[in-house]
Each structure stands twice: as C-alpha cells, then as structure tokens.
C-alpha cells in the first residue's frame, strides 16, 4: 500500500485521527501481510542463491507449494457445518436463509483461510439493503482491515475496512466501524463522500484469530518463519538440482593426442555445446602427421557422472523438517522413504499432531463465530439486542479426524447401544457418519413415510366408519320390515343381510302362537 493522506470532510477530528492512524496501520503491516500471501500463492521468488550457482539459473521461475499445502492441510479439517441451539428451533429464527443468502459455508472457510495465512480475519455484521438478505456477514481478510482490540472488554473498539482501490493500490472506499456507529467514505473524483449511520450492535465486528496470545491478540500466521525458511532452502536445492543435471550427469572425458578439431563440424565450426555433451559416438581421426605410432591415435578417458543423490537427500531432509513444523506426516512430501502404504494404527498416530491442532483452531474460532450468528439473527429479525436465551447457539463443526465410513459407523453403533435413544436424533444419526445433507434427507425421508402412514391410517378409520353405518341402515330396514310382519329370513334376504342367523325372538309388537312362545320360553 502506497502512503496517502485521506482527510475526509465533516467528522470530527477524533474521527479523523483515528482513521488517520488505523490506515497507517493498515499500511505499515501489508508489506509483511503480502509476503506471507505471495508465500501461499507461489509467488515468492528465492533469494541469496550460492555464488557457485550459474547466473543462468538464478532466473529460473521455480517454486514449492510446501507451505499453501501446510495452510491447506489444516483449513481442510476446520470445516463449519452449521449452527446449533439445544433451547430453540434455529430455523424458526430464520438461520437456514441467512446460511444460504450469505454463504455461510464457503465465507467461513475463506475467512479461516486468511486467518491461517495472516494471524486475523475480520467477521462483520450488517444490515442488508435493497435485494439482499437481511442480515450480512462479511470475512476481511488483514490486508483489508485493521483495528484496535479491547484486552479489558474482550472485543473490538473499532475497525477500518478498506472496501475499494484504485489502480495504483490507494484507497477509494472505506468504512468506519465505532461503538454504535458506522461511517461509510468513497472517493469521488477528489472529494470525499461521508456518510455516517447510528445502530445498536456496538461495534459489529468479532476477530477470527489463528493462536492468539496474551501479548498478541491478532495471533500469528500458520506460514512461520521456519516454514518459509525451510521452504526457500528447498527451493534452492530444486536449482542446484537442476545445474546438477545440466552440468554434472553427462560423464566428464578428457583426450589425449586431440586437438580442437574434433569438436568442429565439417565448416570448421565449433559444435554447440549440446552437441557435444549428448553425441553418443564420437570418430576422431588418427594423426597422419606422428612420428611416434604410439601418440597417433588420441586416447579417451573418463570420469564416471556425479550422482545426484545428495541433492534429493537433503530435499528429503528439508521436507521432512518442514512436514515437522506443519505437524504434517511425513508422506505428505518426503520424496522418498515411501513405499507401502502406512497401516491404520500407523496413519492414525501420524495425524495425531495434525488432528489436535485442528481441534485448538476451532475452539479459537467458534467464540467469534457465534456473536457474529447470534448478532446477525438479531438483525434479521429487527431486535435491538441479542436475547439472553439465544447464549446457547454455538458453531457445529465437522471431526477434524478423518475415518472411513465403515469405522465411523462402528463406533457410532457403540455409542448408541449405550443410550438407545440418540438413534432418533440428529446427534445419534452424526454419530453414524451420517454428513448433515444426508442427516437432513433421512430425517426428510422418515417425515414422509410418516405422513403417509397417518394418511393411510386416516382412510382406514373412515372407511371403516362408513362400513358401520351401512350396516346400521341394513339393521334399521330389517327391523321395519319384521315389525311389519314379513318372515324374518325374507326380509334378511331383502335388506341385503341375507343369511344372518335369528334366535327365534320377535318384536312385542307381533303376536306368536300360544304353543310357539310356550316352546320358546321354556315353559
């Protein structure tokens, strides 16, 4: 960043001040800030190269990835999955659009992203505008921003965020963010456009920190001193390989009894020097003119190539050590050493290091994570502070150990047989292995089912209740008719009751024979 004087018109001289110096701030740190980026890029070049080296080489566009795949390593096993709250249901909170409208998923892995390769990251929370979501989460990376942190409060006293540049790296665009208020500056043509807005949120800004300590709040990048040290001398030794092959594989022969001439093509010109090196059968004629027979013909000898191997073997050692400061196993770049694959007590142990690392990484992460997704519901939902009883809404986030689904699976089934009833809940089926899409698409699944068991179950009961009254109504006319005096089995048949079975009894309202009834009742 290039220096600039920004004065902007109508705030306060205390304002400022401050956007004064925490530009210069910003300023004074982004030239280390870019070399720990251009490190993570490949763009680094190497320098102090050995004397001995030939210039030609020096120029020479080589580069290791060692330390993006030392940053890549572990962001892979920091992965936010979502948010939970066991007092509440976050969906009714609207947590599932603001995931989406703001991709949640993916800005969190590129905030941690820079977090790893400067020390900060910045998440901030506003509110959205016209076409937007209602509530807007934002990772700046410390290229972009910088502040003052409260050790006492245990949070942010203000932020300044670059939001726009011109060509030549100075800034056109910037925001302010203090205790209740936010100050929006952009540049147009030579003035300054101020616009300044109050809010309840404090200051919206929670810091994601890679190894914060005490005396360094903003932490320290994942891309120390001693990787990039380790990763300039392998980049180093990649040249001096390269001269290596290029000078000293091709044997070294010397002549006696030759001049120069046999190194000339039939023009008398000297071959190049390719020529020379790569010719597998070389003639040289015998000298006509030698008394001696003796010294007529040249004779060839030979020293045998100079074998690479030192230069892989100190590869290897600079990539074993650089695997060491990584806490990266040693088939993530040993060069050789390798040859079956490891067995899995031996794969575990290796990633041990790697694995309690990852675990430190997200516990230093989620405190900010969850202000920044509390504050941001509160927003969406138009409160003017976050309710107490939304304290315990914390990060979700995936096992940083990676095991096969068959192991996962076992040991979930372990755990479940101890308490039986976490199989109906998500955290029975995570227990499983199950990702949280296919937790989602199970639990989807099963409401499905359910409902179509319900509905079937619904059908029934009323089928069965139309059943009953067509039978009353049978009932019903069987009786009329009987009343009436028609013979009971005729008017079963009639009514659609054909073969019901009577005892005998006939309604008061009909008279049977004296010796009919007599028989009937038995007496």
């Not at 976050?90 to 800005?107: P, Q, T, V």
């Not at 203000?158 to 205790?179: A, E, H």
């Not at 979930?412 to 296919?438: D, F, H, I, N, Y």
């Amino acid at each position: 960043m290039t220096e600039q004087t920004i004065s902007l018109p109508g705030v306060s001289a205390e304002t400022q001040a401050l956007v004064t110096g925490l530009h210069k701030k910003l300023a004074d740190a982004t030239p280390r800030n870019e070399i720990l980026s251009a490190y993570y890029d490949m763009h680094r070049a190497v320098r102090q190269v050995s004397n001995v080296l030939p210039p030609m080489y020096r120029g020479l566009s080589m580069t290791l990835g060692w330390t993006a795949k030392g940053v890549d390593a572990l962001a892979r096993r920091c992965v936010l999955t979502g948010f939970s709250w066991p007092d509440g249901d976050l969906d009714s909170l609207g947590a599932s659009a603001l995931w989406d409208g703001n991709s949640l998923g993916s800005e969190a892995r590129q905030g941690g992203l820079e977090s790893l390769i400067h020390g900060p990251s910045f998440i901030v929370t506003t509110r959205g505008g016209d076409g937007e979501p209602p509530a807007l989460i934002h990772f700046k990376s410390a290229l972009d921003a910088t502040g003052d942190w409260n050790a006492r409060a245990r949070r942010m006293d203000n932020l300044l965020s670059i939001t726009d540049r011109d060509d030549k790296g100075n800034t056109t665009g910037l925001v302010l963010y203090q205790d209740g208020v936010t100050l929006t500056a952009v540049k147009d043509g030579a003035k300054w456009m101020v616009d300044e807005q109050d809010h309840p949120w404090g200051v919206p800004v929670d810091p994601m920190v890679y190894k914060p300590r005490l005396r360094r709040a903003f932490g320290s990048s994942r891309i120390s001193r001693a990787a990039r040290g380790l990763q300039d001398g392998a980049v180093r030794e990649l040249l001096r390989l390269e001269g290596h092959m290029d000078t000293y594989s091709f044997p070294e022969m010397w002549l006696l009894g030759a001049d120069e001439s046999v190194f000339k093509d039939a023009n008398g010109v000297i071959k190049p020097v390719w020529q020379v090196m790569l010719g597998r059968i070389k003639g040289i004629p015998d000298d006509q003119d030698q008394d001696e027979p003796a010294l007529a013909r040249a004779d060839v000898k030979q020293f045998a190539a100079a074998s690479p191997e030192p230069h892989l073997a100190d590869l290897n050692a600079l990539a074993k050590l650089f695997a060491r400061e990584m806490s990266l196993p040693d088939t993530s770049l040993a060069i050789t050493d390798v040859s079956n694959p490891t067995s899995e007590g031996s794969y575990d142990s290796s990633q041990h290091e790697l694995v309690t690392e990852a675990e430190g990484t997200v516990e230093d992460w989620s405190p900010a994570l969850r202000h920044a997704h509390a504050r941001s519901l509160a927003i969406a939902n138009d409160l003017s502070e976050i309710p107490a009883e939304w304290a315990s809404i914390a990060p979700r986030w995936r096992k940083p150990r990676f095991r096969s689904q068959a192991e996962e699976a076992d040991a979930g089934v372990k755990q479940l047989s101890a308490a039986p009833w976490l199989a109906e809940t998500r955290v029975g089926l995570s227990l499983l292995g199950m990702t949280e899409q296919q937790i989602d698409d199970a639990l989807g699944e099963r409401q499905r089912i359910e409902a179509r068991a319900r509905m079937d179950t619904l059908v029934s009961v009323g089928a069965s209740s139309a059943d009953a009254s067509a039978v009353k109504a049978q009932a019903d006319a069987l009786g009329v008719l009987i009343r009436a005096g028609v013979e009971p089995a005729d008017a079963a048949r009639r009514v659609g009751l054909d073969g019901a079975q009577f005892t005998g009894a006939v309604p008061v309202s009909l008279r049977l024979p004296t010796v009919d009834a007599t028989s009937l009742e038995g007496a």
